[in-house]
């Protein structure tokens, strides 16, 4: 069984940095990429960063130049992946989601976490 789970969301002021987490375990096949989405209140989910096992990162806009997105294989079936956001801005609001995609042989995996919460308010 598939469990993703994110952890290092909170309240932080404008312009300060948060590193989120997320852990992907019982992945028994192959991994083609890890990727943090976000929703804000009464918006729709939008892709903020994407990774590969290779190393290939993919920004949004909105958070180029300001965040690092990471992975890593801690255990033969478990996935890590971090996102380090800095000088955060009350519009990066939202509720942070960690997406694991991959397949084996024909068939696709898609899963998500159920989020974190980020709160960028003073």
């Known amino acids: 069984q598939v469990r993703v789970l994110e952890s290092g969301g909170g309240l932080v002021q404008p312009g300060d940095s948060l590193r989120l987490s997320c852990a992907a375990s019982g992945v028994h096949w192959d991994l083609n990429a890890m990727a943090w989405y976000r929703q804000a209140p009464g918006k729709a989910r939008e892709m903020v960063a994407t990774v590969t096992p290779g190393g290939s990162t993919n920004y949004a806009d909105f958070v180029a130049g300001r965040s690092i997105i990471s992975m890593d294989k801690a255990e033969v079936t478990v996935y890590r992946m971090y996102l380090q956001m800095n000088s955060l801005k009350p519009e990066d609001t939202a509720v942070y989601y960690c997406?694991?995609?991959?397949?084996?042989?024909?068939?696709?995996?898609?899963?998500w976490g159920q989020g974190t919460q980020v709160t960028v308010s003073s």
């Open positions: 997406n694991v995609r991959g397949e084996f042989g024909f068939k696709e995996y898609n899963y």
